[in-house]
C-alpha cells in the first residue's frame, strides 16, 4: 500500500459526459501527479501541484482539468469525453516539487471506459 | 525520437536467470525512477537514482549520468517477477517527467 489513494477504481460513461477523478496524496506529500496509460500510449505525463499551486504541465488537453485543494487531496476534471479518453489514470505523489530525492508513491488507478 | 528508450521491449526467461533491462535517456535529468506495473495496473516505485547503484533484495538499478544509460539487473528471477518494467526520468529544465515504453518480463517456472 503506497498510501496513495484514488477514486473511482473503475468507472464507465457515455461521450460527452463529464466525470472528476480524486486523489488523496500520502500523509505529509506537498506534490500531486497526474497521468494517463491507454494502450496505444503508454505513460503520459498529464499535470502536477505543489502545495496547491500547478507546477508542471504535461500533455493534458484542454478538455481536462485539474486542482489541489488546501487539504492537498486533488481532483482531474474530465469533460466532453471522447472514446479515446479510455484510459487508465494514475495519481502519485511525494513530499517535494522537484525531481532530485524525490520517491513518487503511485496510486492503483481509476479505469475510465467511455463508451 | 523518443527521449528515453528501453529495451528490450519484451523478454521472456527461465526461473533463475538473471535478467537486464536497459534504460537510454537523451535529456538532461535530475533523476531517473524505475517502476514495476504488475498486470493487474498498479505502479511500484522500485528506485530513485541520481548515480551510482542502489541495491534492494534481487533488484540492482545502475546508472551512468555521462553515458545518459541506466539498467536494471534482476538475480534470480522468480515469476512472481513477470511485470513491466518502466523507466522515467525527471528532465532538469523543467521537471517534466518522461516514460519509457516499458519492459514487459514474463519469467517461466
Known amino acids: 500500500d503506497s498510501g496513495v489513494t484514488q477514486t473511482p477504481k473503475h468507472l464507465i460513461t457515455a461521450t460527452g459526459q463529464r466525470v472528476t477523478l480524486r486523489c488523496s496524496p500520502r500523509s505529509g506529500d506537498l506534490s500531486v501527479y497526474w497521468y494517463q496509460q491507454s494502450l496505444d500510449q503508454g505513460l503520459q505525463f498529464l499535470i502536477q501541484y505543489y502545495n496547491g499551486e500547478e507546477r508542471a504541465k504535461g500533455n493534458i488537453l484542454e478538455r481536462f482539468s485539474a486542482q489541489q485543494f488546501p487539504d492537498l487531496h486533488s481532483e482531474l476534471n474530465l469533460s466532453s469525453l471522447e472514446l479515446g479518453d479510455s484510459a487508465l489514470y494514475f495519481c502519485a505523489s511525494s513530499v517535494a516539487s522537484g525531481g532530485f530525492g524525490n520517491t513518487i508513491y503511485f496510486g492503483e488507478g481509476s479505469w475510465l471506459t467511455v463508451v | 525520437k523518443n527521449e528515453v528508450e528501453q529495451s528490450p521491449q519484451n523478454l521472456t526467461a527461465q526461473e533463475g536467470e538473471f535478467i537486464t533491462i536497459n534504460c537510454s535517456y537523451s535529456?538532461?535529468?535530475?533523476?531517473l525512477h524505475w517502476l514495476q506495473q504488475h498486470p493487474g495496473g498498479g505502479i511500484v516505485s522500485l528506485f530513485m537514482l541520481s548515480s551510482g547503484k542502489k541495491k534492494h533484495g534481487r533488484l540492482i538499478a545502475t546508472i551512468n549520468i555521462q553515458e545518459k544509460h541506466s539498467s536494471l539487473h534482476i538475480t534470480a528471477s522468480h515469476p512472481r517477477d513477470s511485470a513491466v518494467y518502466i523507466c522515467?526520468?525527471?528532465?532538469?529544465?523543467?521537471?517534466?517527467?518522461?516514460f519509457g515504453k516499458g519492459t514487459r518480463l514474463h519469467i517461466l517456472p
Open positions: 535529456v538532461g535529468i535530475s533523476a
Open positions: 522515467a526520468v525527471i528532465r532538469v529544465r523543467d521537471d517534466k517527467i518522461i
